[in-house]
């Protein structure tokens, strides 16, 4: 399922402007004042800002999109969220982005490693949680009940950053956990449990808080073994200064934190 | 002969062969040839493969139970709201897969309409099983089945089914002897174009059954998760589901030319 | 309009009444055939012989009446429940079954063992002089090879009534000559009531004992065919069997048509039916000498060959064909438009009660 959500962000309120312009300074200081560069060149021309992104970030960076074009009326920014590994695929494959946000360093390195990116900076962390629907009918309170044979589980695949954290985490806790299914990514793991298919799952916080109420989420001590960094890079070619640089300082700055930490993330 | 060929028909085949072939040359190219037989020899591509023939054929199966009388119906009798019904059987067609499986899951699920009734009286639960795959596969295939039939019967003689009566058959017999031998081309085609879209299916399979090596990971899973990590080992395996198909297909093709 | 006595019930046949409805049509008619009898349905195109034919055999709904064989109720029965055998228009051979599996088909729905019905088959095959055609699917077969499979198909049911649509409508004259010779001796040996839709006379005189002409959804004249031809009562009977025909009032030995009075050889009073054939009428270019009964002037509204003779329609006081040998054609100089005089012989002309 190549789900892949391509918006155009609209016009968020100007009040955002000022403070976009103080964070931007404050983070890096090397981004020139908001506004004055507008017309520097991205790859993707138009002053159109090309932004993929891990799925986990679909609503974190939804705002902070809005936040960038508030700030500058000339660029518009574009998002693809989908799978980490499937945007560094499309990317290597030539997709035209100025920015990537990945939910692994792994992802990450794909695109560094094929010379696309360079000195990524992590500017998010999220950790598991044990997803259960809100009514927990397995009664679950601990990761160790997980294991038990009656209670279905849910898991990401190990081929997606989920996957690869719930292994290590339950390997931290020196669990064997027999899930019923090993879902394509965090979203699909999640809404089984949304649907009550599964009793539990595990899953990023981020995405517990995403669901509302329909989810409950439970922390437990393993999941400090299995934090996952997110790292972010401007691609290639971007110079100082231009939207893809500023919007990376962006998502770095005290702002970008406070709307990440809103979402669930931790930040460095 | 060669030089009265009409080019107004023949270029835009070319381009469309070229359009459908094209993507499959890039898979060949692309294909890790030196690493290949190693990558097959692992036991979870054999255990993808096998479940993939073995649901598709079950839900090609399923669909001809139900869906050849589905068609029959639809195209012998009249009843009030045919039409609707008709134009729900395309439902399928036209929802994107994921949404067939949350739709499954919410008819079939835990704590579906039926699944919650199935669960509590049979302590049958589809999800995350193989049957699961079968009904996910079967949901999205049949309506190619039933419009191929329908279109059969639609076409057919229905003529020859009054001469079958009149010569003492019932309606079973009629459609026994007489309707099914006659439509069986359109049978033949809706089975293939259903087990080709059974055995390629991803979205509502992966969605209602989830994804489990052995259980419920066909080949389209594993290609799908492949691609998340090794681009390479998901050529392979689409190439392995796209050569079985191809000759699964070619060689019932062979039998039924000859037999017709 | 009168019909000619229904027969006389007898202990084996059909007595049907059939109404079917459908939009903007209503049949109605009254069959009786008896036992070893061959009724021809005859008629016009649409007008209702067919619908009639599936109506007996149950594939078309009645909407009033009542069919009873051999003194049973048909009409409460299913298609396949009556002891009926149909040989449809273009025979509807099932294409994936051999002749002889055709044959077999009837017997073994009625619970022959596969070996008995094929028997059966083989032995009905042999009738029709298809025993070296046994194996051969339904396109391998000539149209009149066909027609005579779907006749031993029909009769290996064993009917109590047999039906045939247009059964040689579909051949060429050639095999139409011979099939029909063939048909006719199996429809002599059969034992049960016959009924023949067709809308060829030749063919309904050939093969039928009585002729049931339906015009409109309705019985318009039956009788034996030389009843039907001697005394057509409707302009399309009268076609059929190629005569003039026309209702007028008579006074003894004249009838007033329009405005041409007919000497006839009968005495009659009251309204009456004229019919001469074509080729008993005489055209003139001037007004001929003597009586000026059966004389008149038209139009000629068009001329064609018949045969080999020339067929010369004539509109005036009445419409009427007239068949005269080319050399008159040459001779009287006639076109198209001329205005002609038409004489037809009182010794040639009928008349007999509407």
Request: with cysteine.
């Amino acid at each position: 399922m190549f789900m892949r959500l391509v918006r155009r962000a609209v016009t968020a309120p100007a009040v955002v402007v000022l403070v976009l312009g103080a964070a931007a300074c404050g983070s890096t200081g090397s981004a020139s004042p908001a506004g004055a560069d507008g017309t520097a060149p991205s790859p993707a021309g138009d002053g159109t800002l090309t932004v993929f992104a891990a799925a986990s970030l679909t609503g974190a960076f939804t705002e902070l999109g809005r936040t960038f074009e508030a700030a500058d009326p000339g660029t518009s920014v574009r998002f693809n969220f989908g799978s980490s590994a499937t945007l560094a695929q499309q990317i290597v494959a030539g997709a035209p982005a100025d920015v990537f946000a990945a939910a692994s360093p792994a992802t990450m390195k794909t695109v560094t490693d094929a010379s696309l990116a360079s000195s990524p900076a992590v500017f998010a962390r999220n950790r598991l949680q044990i997803a259960v629907p809100a009514d927990n009918p397995a009664g679950i309170d601990e990761l160790g009940d997980l294991a038990d044979a009656k209670v279905k589980v849910a898991l990401c695949a190990a081929q997606v950053p989920c996957g690869a954290a719930a292994v290590k985490a339950l390997q931290a806790a020196g669990l064997t956990v027999t899930p019923v299914t090993l879902e394509q990514d965090v979203k699909a793991t999640l809404t089984k449990v949304t649907l009550g298919e599964v009793d539990a799952a595990l899953v990023y916080a981020t995405d517990v808080l995403a669901s509302g109420g329909e989810v409950r989420g439970i922390d437990f001590p393993e999941a400090d073994k299995a934090i996952n960094d997110y790292p972010i890079a401007a691609l290639t070619g971007a110079p100082a200064g231009s939207p893809a640089r500023r919007f990376v300082d962006l998502v770095l700055s005290p702002q970008g934190e406070d709307v990440l930490t809103a979402a669930g993330f931790q930040v460095p | 002969m060669s030089g009265r060929l009409p080019w107004l028909l023949l270029a835009p085949a070319l381009a469309g062969m070229a359009f459908l072939v094209l993507p499959l040359a890039g898979l060949l190219v692309r294909a890790p040839w030196s690493t290949l037989p190693a990558r097959l020899a692992e036991p979870q591509v054999l255990e993808a493969l096998r479940l993939s023939l073995v649901t598709a054929t079950i839900a090609t199966l399923v669909c001809l139970l139900l869906g050849v009388p589905l068609a029959w119906l639809l195209a012998r009798t009249a009843f009030p709201g045919r039409r609707l019904l008709r134009a729900l059987i395309t439902v399928p067609l036209v929802l994107p897969p994921v949404v067939g499986g949350v739709a499954l899951l919410l008819v079939l699920g835990r704590r579906g309409l039926v699944g919650q009734w199935l669960d509590a009286t049979f302590g049958v639960s589809l999800p995350f099983t193989t049957a699961g795959v079968v009904i996910a596969e079967a949901f999205v295939a049949m309506p190619f089945l039933v419009i191929s039939v329908e279109g059969a019967l639609r076409t057919g003689d229905p003529r020859f089914e009054e001469a079958a009566a009149t010569l003492g058959a019932s309606r079973w017999t009629v459609f026994r002897r007489v309707t099914l031998p006659l439509i069986a081309p359109g049978v033949l085609a809706g089975a293939v174009l259903c087990w080709a879209r059974a055995l390629g299916e991803f979205g509502a399979t992966i969605t209602f059954a989830g994804n489990f090596p052995g259980t419920t990971q066909t080949m389209p899973l594993a290609v799908y998760l492949a691609l998340e990590t090794e681009p390479e080992a998901a050529v392979v395996l689409s190439l392995v589901l796209l050569a079985v198909s191809v000759i699964i297909l070619a060689g019932l093709r062979e039998r039924w030319v000859s037999r017709i | 309009m009168s019909r000619s006595a229904p027969e006389s019930p007898r202990p084996g046949g059909l007595r049907a009444r059939l109404v079917v409805e459908r939009p903007a049509f209503r049949l109605d008619v009254e069959l009786d055939v008896a036992a070893g009898e061959v009724v021809a349905l005859l008629g016009p195109n649409g007008a209702g012989k067919t619908t009639a034919l599936r109506a007996l055999a149950g594939l078309a709904a009645l909407a009033g009446g009542s069919i009873e064989l051999d003194g049973r109720p048909l009409h409460t029965l299913p298609p396949e429940h009556r002891p009926i055998g149909v040989v449809f228009q273009d025979y509807l051979l099932f294409p994936h079954l051999s002749a002889l599996e055709n044959v077999a088909f009837g017997p073994r729905c009625q619970g022959a063992s596969r070996a008995e019905a094929r028997r059966v088959a083989a032995a009905l095959l042999e009738r029709v002089g298809l025993a070296g055609h046994a194996s051969a699917k339904p396109r391998q077969l000539s149209g009149g090879q066909a027609q005579r499979v779907a006749l031993a198909r029909a009769l290996a049911v064993r009917p109590r009534l047999l039906l045939l649509d247009e059964p040689l409508a579909a051949l060429d004259a050639h095999t139409r000559l011979e099939t029909r010779s063939r048909l006719r001796r199996h429809l002599t040996d059969f034992e049960g009531a016959t009924v023949l839709v067709t809308h060829d006379p030749l063919d309904a005189m050939v093969l039928a004992d009585r002729l049931v002409v339906i015009e409109n959804g309705a019985v318009v004249q039956q009788g034996t065919s030389a009843e039907v031809a001697r005394h057509p009562r409707t302009d399309y009977v009268a076609r059929l069997v190629g005569l003039n025909l026309y209702r007028g009032v008579a006074d003894g030995p004249e009838v007033a048509v329009g405005g041409v009075v007919f000497s006839v050889t009968e005495r009659l009073q009251g309204p009456v039916f004229v019919a001469f054939p074509p080729a008993s009428v005489a055209l003139y270019r001037s007004r001929p000498d003597g009586s000026p009964r059966n004389l008149w002037r038209g139009r000629i509204d068009g001329i064609e060959r018949y045969g080999d003779n020339i067929r010369v329609h004539l509109d005036g006081p009445i419409t009427v064909s007239a068949d005269v040998t080319p050399a008159a054609v040459a001779e009287l100089d006639l076109s198209p438009g001329q205005e002609i005089w038409a004489a037809v012989k009182a010794t040639e002309t009928h008349a007999y009660p509407a």
